[in-house]
């Protein structure tokens, strides 16, 4: 992928979807704090501003923040990771830490579409492995990521409630 716009699949999911995935810009902002906001329910245009700034202008050559356009311009979907390494010991791979599709464009492989061309991106770099963390619980994703073909992976994620009283 260059820095600007792929070219529109003859075929695939992309193809199917509608859609042709180009790099987030600062013009795509609004609509990216909109549709988020549409499936959140919170507007947060501070921290999407602050998303754009450090996956949509920094370090480009390792970090992706893609979005899906229908043909009439509108954002269909959004993707973003990038390249993590040597976290205890793991080689560096490809993180996705968000994916989101317009709810009236969902089941119409704008995902899929989306996710491919962000493992496409690592691919080209050199990257073998792309990682994400999902909430057990949750079905929607879980069934998304599982139909991209990921599956459980060597690491386990651990945590602590940090209580202020002690
Ligand atoms: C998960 C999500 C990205 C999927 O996008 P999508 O464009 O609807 O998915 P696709 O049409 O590309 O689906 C690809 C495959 O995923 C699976 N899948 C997608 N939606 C599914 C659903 N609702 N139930 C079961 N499987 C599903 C299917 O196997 C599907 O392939 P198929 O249609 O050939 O069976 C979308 O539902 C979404 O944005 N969910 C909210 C994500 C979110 O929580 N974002 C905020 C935090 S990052």
Known sequence: ????????AATGPC???GVTIRRAGADHLDQIVDLDARITGLAKPDYWA???????????????????????????????????????????????FMVSVDPGMRGQHVGECLFRAICDAFRKI?????RTMVRRQDR?????FRAEGMVAGPY??????LDEDE
Request: hydrophobic residues 45%; charged residues 25%.
């Open 1 to 8: 992928m260059s820095n600007g716009m792929s070219q529109a």
């Open 15 to 17: 193809a199917e979807a």
């Open 50 to 96: 602050d998303i754009f700034e450090r996956y949509g202008t920094r370090r480009s050559h390792e970090r992706f923040f893609l979005v899906a356009e229908a043909p009439d311009g509108t954002l269909a979907g959004m993707i973003a990771g990038e390249v993590r390494g040597w976290e205890f010991g793991s080689q560096p791979c490809g993180w996705v």
């Open 126 to 130: 050199g990257i073998d492995k792309v």
């Open 140 to 144: 929607l994703n879980m069934a998304f």
């Open 156 to 161: 386990i994620q651990l945590e602590l409630d």
